[in-house]
């Protein structure tokens, strides 16, 4: 049996062929419900159907299984049966635990900061690589909660590998499985973009009001179409005014990501115009001090400059934040993802 989680949560009883129906049933729940590490952790089920699942319940293995920040954040590369690699990294706070989430392997989009990007496109995760990753971060936690944080992915954020819009056709069902199926919030889900226009407006008509990130990093169209190339097919006005649609259309706040770079878009004047767009977005900022990646010279800005850059933020009205940096150490940061193994594999 190939992993149950690659087929439609509806479909699981054509798995389980010759079983009695309430059998699917149950496995729908070890899936979605309260999801195990192991066939075998399914009590209810008899021993022929755990070992026809047998290895196989994860569309993947775990290659990779790091943990930084005093346990607070940890990274999972998994592998699935063709060689494709897919990131995850789980973060720890107070009152959440938050799983970041891969949509593709790789990525299109070639933003010039962006490590994904740097190392181009393998292909679209399915739906159900998609939704495996939380539901994997789940049974983790039963096992192994993170210190002080609640044991079970309270947060998604579709902000791993790949540009989830352009994936639109499986990111729609994942959110489908994890909202209708495993019963998740929308407001606990983030889907974030570099400006995939038709996506947004796709989104924007979907049934679940889940958060909008728009990954901006620049307010004018010269400057963003040198860091993010898609610029050049949907300009900054389309994306803010796609935003605005969603933000319309679902009454959740926008959000702007930022990822800040020395002397590229850290200037006062960048500053003054990222306000404005927030304030007419009704936009929060959220801002990032760049993670370097290998293959470009693009830093971060000094401590000053980052805070230099908030303060103009806030006295021009806009509502901003700078976010923490997690896993830095063992390149599970933002734009970090896939750096190792990719330079491993390439040397
Ligand atoms: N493609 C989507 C989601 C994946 S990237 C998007 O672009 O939004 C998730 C976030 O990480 C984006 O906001 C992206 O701009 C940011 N990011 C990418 N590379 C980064 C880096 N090197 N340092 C800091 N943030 C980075």
């Known amino acids: ?8 949560p509806e479909d699981l009883g054509a798995l389980l062929d010759g079983e009695p129906s309430y059998r699917a049933d149950q496995l729908h729940d070890w899936l979605y419900r309260t999801p195990v590490l192991r066939a075998e952790e399914m009590a209810n089920l008899p021993a022929h159907v755990r070992d026809a699942i047998g290895e196989n319940l994860w569309p993947f293995t775990v290659e990779v299984d790091q943990s930084a920040d005093d346990g607070t954040t940890r990274k999972w590369l998994f592998r699935a049966p063709d060689g494709a690699g897919i990131e995850a990294v789980l973060m720890g706070y107070p009152k959440r635990t938050t799983l970041c989430i891969s949509s593709q392997v790789g990525c299109a989009m070639a933003c010039t900061f962006c490590a994904t990007g740097q190392f181009g496109f393998e292909r679209h995760l399915e739906a159900g690589e998609i939704v495996a990753q939380v539901m994997y971060a789940n049974a983790f936690l039963r096992a192994s909660p993170m210190p002080g944080s609640p044991p079970r992915v309270t ?3 579709y902000m791993g590998m790949g540009e989830p819009l352009a994936n639109y056709k499986r990111v729609r069902e994942s959110l489908r499985r994890l909202i209708d199926v495993a019963g998740m919030s929308a407001r606990s889900i983030t889907v974030s973009t570099v400006g ?25 169209d010269e400057t963003r179409s040198r860091l993010v190339p898609l610029n050049d097919r949907y300009s900054l006005d389309q994306v803010i005014e796609a935003a605005q649609g969603y933000f319309e259309a679902k009454g959740r706040r ?13 200037s006062e004047d960048q500053a003054r115009k990222l306000a404005a ?23 971060p800005p000094s401590a000053y400059r980052i805070r230099r ?3 103009i933020l806030n006295a021009e009205g806009a509502n901003a934040t700078l976010r923490e940096t997690r896993g830095q150490e063992i390149d599970a940061a933002c734009g970090q993802l896939r750096v190792r193994e990719s330079l491993a594999s390439d040397p």
Request: net charge negative; hydrophobic share 50%; no cysteine.
């Open 1 to 8: 049996m190939t992993s149950p989680y690659l087929a439609a």
């Open 277 to 299: 767009i927030a304030k007419r977005m009704r936009a929060h900022i959220n801002v990032i001090a760049l993670n370097p990646t290998p293959l470009s010279d693009d830093r």
């Open 196 to 220: 995939v226009v038709s996506g947004i407006r796709r989104l924007a008509e979907e049934p679940w009001p889940v958060y909008l990130a728009v990954s901006l990093h620049a307010a004018d």
């Open 309 to 311: 850059f908030l303060e």
């Open 254 to 266: 926008v959000s702007i990501e930022w990822a800040l770079i020395d002397g590229v878009n850290d």
């Open 155 to 157: 947060n998604v954020v």
